[in-house]
Structures are given as C-alpha cells and as structure tokens.
C-alpha cells in the first residue's frame, strides 16, 4: 500500500459503530487536525503525509497496513 513519495496510505474498517480516527500533526507540538467517525461496516483509506505523523483510532477496527493487519479493541 505504498503511495510513492506522499506517504505509507492504511485502510480502516470499524467492526462496530462510533470508531474514531484522529489524525495528529508533524512538528514540535502535537496536535488533532483532522477527525472522522465511522460506523460499523464503513471503511477509511487514510495516508501519512507532509502533516500527517500518526493516526489514533478508538473502537473496535481491523487497520491494514503494508506491514499486516491488526485489530483495536
């Protein structure tokens, strides 16, 4: 799942309703910009970018990644 230059992309499916994705930024400080909500069934593709360091994910969701597949409680 590898997109080139712009980043590792990761695919998020919620395995039940109300999952949060919160995306954090680069930089000295850490902070929330970006945040979405899925419910059960639904599916994210998401990417690493110039703004983009981490992803937090709250809920029950199966994340796939070039690395493998892990699974949130």
Do not use: C, P, W
């Amino acid at each position: 799942m590898r997109s080139g230059n712009n980043g590792d992309y990761l695919v998020i499916k919620a395995l039940e309703k109300g999952v949060t994705i919160i995306g954090l930024t680069r930089g000295e400080d850490t902070k929330f910009h970006h945040t979405e909500k899925l419910d059960k069934g639904e599916v994210m593709v998401a990417q690493f970018t110039d703004h983009t360091s981490a992803i937090k994910i709250r809920g029950k969701a199966e994340i796939i990644t070039e690395h493998g597949t892990v699974q949130s409680n």
